[in-house]
């Protein structure tokens, strides 16, 4: 199998009735770039920043931040990377930064919070991404925003810092595109505002899920409880890649669902054409999408959502489909 998958690596990954599909990678160390050459993936939909963190045993300089990122894109001339901001708190923690005693981490204190409420923090990493760049497109998402009002501050924290540079006659990168990841129920009330302030939107599926159902991931009892083919979360990530094309803008999924080939038939089938995974599932989720009917599939799924029946999981639709093609 594995040599099936490496003997698809440069195969371009495109459905049957022609539609391209971005397959791209989830990093966050030096270890992990090579797997982008190896895969064949299109480049790094999600740059986990704060691995970075993790591994080291105290805060990571500006320098030190600065030149991991220059490492990373000196990696991949020509692909595309998107880095995240720090994601800390929740499941993530730094052993030489323990903020707080928190009854519920993964509702507390962390990832833009955190940014947003100890500015300097973010604002170094910005400054360090933005030097990184120096000439070239510069892409960040910030993690766990749930307003429309801590994206515009956040965006404002980037402006501010390219100001900065300018001053001090620092090259700027050729181009700087702010997305937003969508983790947060509250967003999906509010998701046209967001679309029309990001310039991409990128779906955090893990925690899009967790908080959803509210079912905690990192939970093994709650692992299979709940399905992300049912209607309910169906429904939410069709929300969001509508209101990502009203705008006229990206949307990508940057969680373990698009890894799964099943599931990532699913996104496409609600329009989903950008997937970040980890490397081992770019085989896998490319050999399912070369022998895909893509047109003929999101005909039958527009049926299969619209259904109200006692809201089961759309999943036996799906296998079923999969098999019959
Ligand atoms: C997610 O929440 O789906 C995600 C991609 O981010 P992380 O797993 O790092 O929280
Ligand atoms: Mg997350």
């Known amino acids: 199998r594995q040599e099936q998958y490496r003997a698809l690596r440069d ?37 986990r920043t704060e691995l970075q963190f993790m591994v080291a045993e105290r805060l990571p300089s500006t ?49 833009i919070r955190i940014g947003l409420d100890r500015p300097g923090l973010l604002r170094a990493q910005v400054r360090a991404l933005l030097k990184a760049a120096g000439g070239r497109e510069m892409r960040i998402m910030f993690p766990m ?24 006659n620092h090259q700027l990168p050729s181009e700087v595109k702010l997305g937003v990841m969508i983790e947060v129920p509250s967003l999906l009330f509010q998701i046209d505002e967001m679309a029309r302030e990001a310039d991409f939107l990128s779906v955090g599926s893990n925690d899009l899920m967790q908080f959803l159902f509210a079912a905690d991931r990192e939970n093994p009892q709650m692992a299979d409880r709940f399905d992300p083919l049912h209607p309910a979360c169906m429904r939410a990530l069709k929300t969001i890649a509508d209101a990502g094309a009203r705008a006229g803008i990206p949307v990508t999924l940057c969680g373990e669902l698009g890894g799964r080939p099943l599931e990532a038939m699913a996104l496409l089938s609600l329009g989903y054409r950008s997937l970040s995974m980890s490397p081992a599932s770019i085989g896998p989720v490319k050999a399912m999408l070369l022998s895909l009917d893509l047109e003929s599939l999101m005909e039958a799924a527009e049926g299969w959502l619209a259904e109200r029946t006692a809201g089961e999981s759309l999943r036996p639709h799906y296998t079923a489909y999969a098999k019959k093609h």
């Open 11 to 47: 195969r371009p990954a495109i459905t049957r009735d022609g539609v391209r599909v971005a397959l791209n990678l989830n990093a966050g160390l030096v270890i992990d770039l090579p797997h982008v050459e190896e895969t064949g993936a299109d480049g790094i939909g999600l740059f």
């Open 63 to 111: 320098a030190e931040q600065l030149s991991l990122y220059r490492t990373v894109l000196d990696a991949l001339p020509g692909k595309s990377v998107t880095f995240r901001t720090l994601d800390i708190g929740g499941d993530k923690v730094l052993p030489y930064m323990r903020a707080m005693e928190e009854e519920n981490p993964a509702l507390g204190w962390r990832a």
């Open 145 to 168: 925003v749930a307003t429309v009002d801590e994206f515009a501050r956040a965006k404002a924290i980037v402006q501010r810092e390219l100001g900065h540079l300018e001053r001090h």
